[in-house]
């Protein structure tokens, strides 16, 4: 299976911050990346495939770029309601794992 | 509108079998993958497993492979996952989504519809 590490795993940070979120694949996933954000007691909810191409609906301050083995979810600048758990999935190979997850909380 | 419409909160008793769904509208549900996700109190998401309701092609992560069952009737546009006898450890939160697929110079594939999930709770 093809593990997933997202780092950090908890980030405080304030309205108005740029935020970074790294997952690194323990082997080659080319551009087969999605990234989802989650709010408690919620589905998750697809932003960023491809690694890079947002999905339709999602504000243009949510960024993801990478390709291979390291990719990076970048929020240009932190709105109130992007406080939520970030998780990244593989979709290269069986099974489509997921990493562990990025609690963003308010500083 | 495209939608997945997951069955109702479950609690059962360990050993007991449970089957739960996962219905698609709005959409050709035979043209699209659907999978399933657990989400265990308080924890990260993990893949399950797929199934094709065209043909019923499935692929299971080898987590939980032979613990868990998952079908399709492509006549009523629903997905299903089933144990045969559950354990605590079952208790969880189980999403399906859409598997759907994107062009730009190859094919990308990601989860784009989310049932809001389906809480399963094994406890004596």
């Known amino acids: 299976d093809i593990q997933l590490t997202q780092s950090p795993s908890f980030l405080s940070a304030s309205v108005g911050d740029r935020v970074t979120i790294t997952c690194r694949a323990s082997?080659?996933?080319?551009?087969?990346l999605a990234w989802y954000q989650q709010k408690p007691g919620k589905a998750p909810k697809l932003l960023i495939y491809?690694?890079?191409t947002l999905q339709s609906g999602v504000p243009s301050r949510f960024s993801g770029s990478g390709s291979g083995t390291e990719f990076t979810l970048t929020i240009s600048s932190l709105q109130p309601e992007d406080f939520a758990t970030y998780y990244c999935?593989?979709?290269?190979?069986?099974?489509?794992?997921f990493g562990g997850g990025t609690k963003v909380e308010i500083k | 509108e495209v939608q997945l419409v997951q069955s109702g909160a479950e609690v059962k008793k360990p050993g007991e079998s449970l089957k739960i769904s996962c219905k698609g509208s709005g959409y050709s549900f035979t043209s699209y993958w659907i999978g399933w996700v657990r989400q265990m109190p308080g924890k990260g998401l993990e893949w399950m497993g797929i199934i094709y309701p065209g043909d019923s092609d499935t692929r299971y992560s080898p987590s939980f492979q032979g613990q868990v069952t998952i079908s399709a009737d492509k006549s009523i546009s629903t997905a299903y996952l089933q144990w045969s006898s559950l354990k605590a450890s079952d208790t969880a939160m189980y999403y399906c989504?859409?598997?759907?697929?994107?062009?730009?110079?190859?094919?990308?594939?990601?989860?784009?519809?989310w049932g809001k999930g389906t809480t399963v709770t094994v406890s004596s």
């Open positions: 999935q593989q979709l290269n190979s069986y099974p489509h794992t």
């Open positions: 491809a690694a890079s």
């Open positions: 989504a859409r598997l759907s697929s994107g062009y730009n110079e190859d094919y990308y594939y990601y989860m784009d519809v």
């Open positions: 082997q080659g996933i080319s551009s087969y």
